[in-house]
């Protein structure tokens, strides 16, 4: 089985500080770990993605992960908060060995970010 | 923004009656999702189907069933609806290639059982 833990349901910073947002990980195989995105009232987006050919991942928005497999961490960050980095972030799991399960994520509890001016 | 449209948005229906929620996607992609997100929850998977008439269950498949009878539409039905199920429902769709691959998401839709 697979689980993923945020540290952190409301995350709080000002704007041009940095990001910081935590996500534990548990896997008995070798995971693909995500992060997603979700701004109010819309649906989920893909920030990046680990699939094991770097352990320092970056995304768009310039957001990046680093995978630390001692540490069962997948955290994401970013140098400078911006307004309109403000919304929910959840971590998720997959395994390459799911066989057919394609896209079948176990997702975090999520961290609702908040950007101050 | 890939194609998906959920429907209805919003709904509000009382305890015991059916709902049917309704995903329709334009993209020809394979595989198709239903999600439910909570507060505390994140997101936990009820059904998904991996191709016309073949579904099967997620994590939190009870009270729930799906249809798939064409490979644009994915019907989501709670038969008899109860409080527990007020949630916020989202549509996923992704191509079935790889296990790594991105998920497309819906807008969602507001569930209230009274």
């Known amino acids: 089985a697979q689980s993923v833990t945020q540290l952190g349901s409301h995350v709080s910073v000002s704007e041009g500080a940095l990001v910081l947002l935590r996500c534990n990980y548990s896997s008995s195989v070798p995971p693909y770990l995500f992060w997603y995105v979700q701004y109010p009232n819309q649906g989920l987006q893909l920030l990046l993605k680990y699939t094991s050919a770097a352990t320092l991942v970056k995304g768009i928005n310039g957001f990046e992960a680093e995978f630390k497999k001692s540490e069962t961490s997948f955290h994401l960050t970013k140098p400078s908060a911006h307004m309109s980095d403000a919304a929910e972030y959840f971590c998720?799991?997959?395994?390459?060995?799911?066989?057919?399960?394609?896209?079948?994520?176990?997702f975090g509890q999520g961290t609702i970010l908040t950007v101050h001016p | 923004d890939a194609g998906i449209t959920q429907s209805p948005r919003h709904k509000v229906t009382e305890t015991g009656t059916p709902v049917t929620l309704r995903c329709h996607q334009t993209e020809n992609h394979r595989y198709m999702y239903w999600y439910r997100q909570d507060p505390g929850h994140g997101l936990r998977l009820i059904h998904y189907s991996y191709g016309v008439k073949d579904t099967d269950k997620g994590e939190v498949s009870d009270g729930y069933s799906v249809s798939r009878s064409k490979t644009e539409d994915f019907l989501l039905t709670l038969e008899s609806a109860t409080s527990s199920q007020t949630s916020v429902y989202f549509c996923?769709?992704?191509?079935?290639?790889?296990?790594?691959?991105?998920?497309?998401f819906g807008s969602g839709t507001q569930l209230s059982v009274l």
């Open positions: 998720a799991v997959t395994s390459p060995l799911s066989g057919t399960s394609y896209g079948k994520l176990t």
């Open positions: 996923a769709i992704s191509e079935g290639r790889t296990t790594n691959e991105k998920l497309f």
